[in-house]
């Protein structure tokens, strides 16, 4: 079977692999969607945490059921799945208290392990998300939309709290969206023109605001009524937002990191305590994030049809993937197999 492989930062190509079979406890998933994300484009541009060369990229992910290990009932062949990629070991210290999603020994498919850009891939059954009556395109969108909502579950938004979202890529989107369903009102900062207002379209967004004006901080505290955001994201993974981003938060608020940068991220102490803020990070997500975001979607709460922007063929996708940048006008891509 083919797999697209990312041999070295900026060189992907079409590689030929052994088919697989399914173990105890383990499904085949014949891919049929791989949404790209930054995650992917920092390793395309070799500066991603966490990864090693050669490999498979590919976390979020839609397909069929093509398979069934010994002792794994309950799911039908050619039945539509989406996929929580992130593979815990169940006995660390995180594991133990309900935080599989920063397991200790966490193995993310297409980042620590070959992930689904190929024809198929074996995945742990219970990592199968039942997606029955959506769309492979909408099951697509799971994964990202959780690492939103868990950021906001990680953040206890409360109704009517001024939420501020900086970045407005998708998992941003994601942010703004559930932000605005838990109550808040919100606040969008990027620089980027087309996706802000796609944040005002589609996330219901109170106030957008340029990332690259000079005054940010007055305009969110003039947004505010003077008292700034009660939390903060910050979804860039740049080093420079993200130190700035301390700014915007209001007295006894939180900031929360979405976004993740490979260096170290350093802030005025003196603004922080004399505040009293919380700092928290959030990583990836838990199982019952992504049943919230499926739900969301079969009830009309969420409107994935708009997301995909650009849809790249399976055997295209080495020569289109080379040279895209994640900072462009695209909301999200996907890359579609037959």
Known sequence: MQAITLESPGHLQMTERDRVLAGPGEVVIKIKRIGLCGT?????????????????????????????????????????????????????????????????????????????????????????????????????????????????????????????????????????????????????????????????????CDVLLDADQESLDDAVQTVTGGDRATVVFDVTGNPASMAQSIKYVANGGRLVYVGLAQTAISFWDPLFHQREMTLFSSRNALEEDFFIVRDAIRQGQVDTSQFITDRIAFNDAPVVLTGLKYEDSAIKRIIQCS
């Open 40 to 204: 992917d484009y920092h390793a395309m541009e070799g500066n991603q945490p966490f990864f090693e060369y050669p490999r498979v990229l590919g976390h979020e992910l839609a397909g069929e059921v093509a398979q069934l290990g010994e002792g794994v009932s309950g799911w039908s062949l050619g039945e539509i799945v989406s996929i929580r990629p992130y593979i815990e070991c169940g006995r660390c210290i995180a594991c133990r208290n309900g935080k599989p999603n920063c397991c200790a020994n966490l193995r993310v498919l297409g980042v620590h392990v070959d992930g689904g850009m190929t024809e198929e891939i074996i995945v742990p059954a219970d990592h199968l998300i039942r997606v029955e009556g959506l769309t492979l395109d909408q099951a697509v969108t799971i994964e990202f939309l959780s690492i939103g909502r868990h950021a906001v579950s990680r953040a206890a938004m409360r109704p009517h709290e001024w939420a501020l979202v900086v970045g407005s890529g998708p998992v941003g989107l994601g942010v703004l969206k559930f932000s605005r369903l838990a109550g808040a009102r919100t606040i969008a900062v990027d620089i980027n023109p087309k996706r802000l207002e796609f944040a005002k379209s589609w996330a219901s």
